[in-house]
T-cell receptor
Framework: AQKITQTQPGMFVQEKEAVTLDCTYD???????LFWYKQPSSGEMIFLIY??????QNATEGRYSLNFQKARKSANLVISASQLGDSAMYFC????????????????FGQGTELSVKP | DAGVIQSPRHEVTEMGQEVTLRCKPI?????LFWYRQTMMRGLELLIY????????DSGMPEDRFSAKMPNASFSTLKIQPSEPRDSAVYFC??????????????FGPGTRLTVL
């Protein structure tokens, strides 16, 4: 069965410093996508970054980068130069190819990591 | 461009009442998902549709829950009768099937349901 594990329930980081949020996954499918979403206290789910299983390079989006280690089945999110507005819950998610080609597929979420940025 | 639209944003109802949640996906998206978020179970898929057809409803808790997608721009999730354990935030998300597992899903703002 597919599974996403986030082992850090809560993290603290000083403003302007970098922080790494851990994510490991388990799947037997060679084709999958890995996503990170941010959920601020207002409740909406904001897409941050994704990594495809066949991508050779680590994904980057502004201050967000994904440290993808396929052999270790990890997809850690790195936030550089933390800002107070980065305080939120962060969810790692995986989406698998379905049995029927291009059927898309559901997201499987980890339990989340609550990040607090200290001034 | 409008994002995924959900209504109502908040719903408070009494046990036994029927509740209907509504979702309008992003125009052009042909895959729609209903997720539920609770403290105990986190975020979990209830059901999803591709081209208005239900593909996976294995997450629907029981017969009290039903979902429909009569056309490409509208979906409903109905709970009848509602119970206190149904209290949660219900998210609708949409994406385009093309691209397989690599397309991000765009989430609506959610409906916070409280069943008393």
């Amino acid at each position: 069965a597919q599974k996403i594990t986030q082992t850090q329930p809560g993290m603290f980081v000083q403003e302007k410093e970098a922080v790494t949020l851990d994510c490991t996954y388990d799947t037997s499918d060679p084709s999958y996508g890995l996503f990170w979403y941010k959920q601020p206290s207002s409740g909406e789910m904001i897409f941050l970054i994704y990594q495809g299983s066949y991508d050779q390079q680590n994904a980057t989006e502004g201050r967000y980068s994904l440290n993808f280690q396929k052999a270790r089945k990890s997809a850690n999110l790195v936030i550089s130069a933390s800002q107070l507005g980065d305080s939120a819950m962060y969810f790692c998610a995986m989406r698998e190819r379905t049995r029927v080609y291009n059927q898309g597929g559901k997201l499987i979420f980890g339990q989340g990591t609550e990040l607090s940025v200290k001034p | 461009d409008a994002g995924v639209i959900q209504s109502p944003r908040h719903e408070v109802t009494e046990m036994g009442q029927e509740v209907t949640l509504r979702c309008k996906p992003i125009s052009g998206h042909n895959s729609l998902f209903w997720y539920r978020q609770t403290m105990m179970r986190g975020l979990e898929l209830l059901i999803y549709f591709n081209n208005n057809v239900p593909i996976d409803d294995s997450g629907m808790p029981e017969d009290r829950f039903s979902a429909k997608m009569p056309n490409a721009s509208f979906s409903t999730l109905k709970i009848q009768p509602s119970e206190p354990r149904d209290s949660a935030v219900y998210f609708c998300a949409s994406t385009h099937i093309a691209g397989g597992p690599y397309n991000e899903q765009f989430f609506g703002p959610g409906t916070r349901l409280t069943v008393l």
